[in-house]
């Protein structure tokens, strides 16, 4: 048996890449093929890349994609890039595929991923896991078109490809994205909730802990509270979702709870003398002037209960993976 992992990236995102593929291999207990979907990757980045498998029975394609296909995406004002929306086009260059798991190369996998490829999602076009759904910034279209209490993060998906080919092919999800692209927010996100959204699995929260469930527990909400604390507690795969992401925001009052998973990944990789030049160069003085900017801009926001419980909640963190020493 082996499992099949899709994901994207370009040169930016090789170390972060790196990082996602050592903890996978290191957690997995049955081969992995990877195919990384890609334009313009360098043949230094993918020596790199193919260093990770060596000695390894897992396999790495470099999958080539047409990157005009995507420019119907508008992504100048977003932290996204235009790779997520690469996967797209898995239907059509891997037609011999039945199923795969899509994983973003900005998280980690703590967890054995054959747990994930194991769960039966039946006939349904993939199995997801619940994101917040934005009602603040949602327009009136936006909530006509996307149901909130089944809106999915696209991060880390369980793709069943076969069912998927009898309904989409790359053109069908191109033409979604035109057609709909004027009332859309989070693109190729919005394009996948919209084209699946009639036939979805929903998954634990701990196969894509967000950003958001570290930084609050909604009131309005599909999930329990306690489904969010155990998932916090002991997650499967830790996505570092928007835009402070560890080899930005190493640490400090904009950090992310577990950024030290990152780097404790990293080092495993050849990118593991980054960790020291990201964390030399976001120094002490760094995390003072970042905390000034912040209680500069909302002053009152250290008087309210949230910032302190917020404070108390990354001091136990800090804790636990500490005495954990990122193992499971």
Same mark, same amino acid.
């Given at each position: ?65 047409d ?25 059509d ?16 996998? $703590?967890?054995? @991923? ?5 769960? %039966?999602?039946?006939?349904?076009? !993939?199995? #997801?896991? /619940? ?37 989409f ?50 009131? $309005?909400?599909? @999930? ?5 604390? %155990?998932?916090?507690?002991n997650? !499967?795969? #830790?996505? /570092?979702?928007?835009?402070n992401k ?12 577990l ?14 003398e ?38 108390a ?16």
């Amino acid at each position: 048996m082996r499992i099949h992992v899709i994901t994207a990236a370009n040169n930016i995102f090789v170390p972060p890449l790196c990082a996602t593929i050592a903890s996978v291999l290191k957690n997995i207990t049955t081969p992995v093929s990877f195919y990384i979907l890609q334009n313009g990757l360098t043949g230094e980045s993918c020596k790199i890349i193919e260093s990770m498998f060596a000695g390894s029975r897992c396999t790495v394609e470099f999958l080539q994609i047409d990157r005009h296909m995507f420019d119907v995406f508008d992504l100048e004002k977003t932290h996204t890039t235009v790779e997520t929306a690469f996967r797209f086009s898995i239907v059509d260059l891997k037609p011999d595929l039945k199923k795969a798991i899509y994983l973003d190369c900005d998280l980690i996998v $703590r967890a054995d @991923l054959r747990e994930l490829w194991d769960i %039966d999602i039946g006939d349904c076009y !993939a199995g #997801v896991i /619940y994101d917040q759904f934005d009602v603040k910034s949602a327009g009136q279209k936006y909530f006509e078109m996307l149901d909130p209490e089944r809106y999915f993060n696209a991060g880390v998906l369980v793709l069943n490809l076969e069912r998927i080919r009898r309904d989409f092919r790359t053109s069908t999800f191109l033409e979604l994205a035109i057609r709909n692209r004027d009332w859309m927010k989070l693109h190729d996100q919005d394009v996948l909730n919209l084209a699946f959204k009639s036939n979805l699995k929903f998954l634990p929260l701990r196969w894509n802990l967000i950003t958001y469930y570290f930084e609050q527990i909604p009131r $309005r909400l599909y @999930l329990t509270r306690q489904e969010i604390l %155990d998932a916090r507690k002991n997650p !499967a795969i #830790v996505h /570092y979702s928007g835009r402070n992401k560890p080899w930005i925001y190493p640490r400090g009052i904009y950090a992310h709870p577990l950024a030290p998973l990152y780097f404790h990944y990293l080092a495993m990789t050849p990118y593991a003398e980054q960790a020291k030049t990201i964390m030399k160069k976001y120094g002490a003085w760094r995390c003072f002037c970042a905390r000034m900017r912040f209680w500069w801009r909302r002053p009152v926001f250290f008087l309210r209960l949230r910032y302190w419980r917020a404070r108390a909640e990354r001091l136990v963190w800090k804790s636990y993976w500490k005495q954990e020493r990122f193992t499971k």
